[in-house]
């Protein structure tokens, strides 16, 4: 099980810190990714991170995102900075690959 939250309304070039708490699952030994759903369009992956804590990004949140496993126990962090409206969307935490069970995600809408 997933709980995102943190999401909000963020204006242009602001920046949001969402989180996710997972239980039910062995955290600290699968990889974990960070998803948005872009309104009208497909889940897609945005970040993740193995569990030696390697990260990768998509290009166009590169530089911007930071993805990171919290010090408390099963919580991922994914820490957004210089938000634009291509990252307005509802954002998951799931594993990589994705389980096929999604929490309910959080809103982050980017506008002025």
């Known amino acids: 099980q997933f709980v995102e939250s943190g999401g909000g309304l963020v204006q242009p070039g602001g920046s949001l810190i969402v989180s996710c708490v997972a239980s039910?699952?062995?955290?600290?030994?699968?990889?974990m990714g960070w998803y948005r759903q872009a309104p009208g369009k497909p889940r897609e992956l945005v970040s993740s991170?193995?569990?030696?804590?390697?990260?990768d990004y998509v290009v166009r949140v590169k530089g911007r995102f930071t993805i990171s496993r919290g010090s408390a126990k099963n919580t991922l962090y994914l820490q957004m900075n210089n938000l634009t409206s291509d990252d307005t969307g509802v954002y998951y935490c799931?594993?990589?690959?994705?389980?096929?069970?999604w929490g309910q995600g959080t809103q982050v809408t980017v506008s002025s």
């Open positions: 799931n594993r990589r690959p994705p389980y096929a069970t």
């Open positions: 039910g699952i062995t955290f600290s030994r699968v990889h």
């Open positions: 991170i193995t569990s030696a804590g390697i990260q």
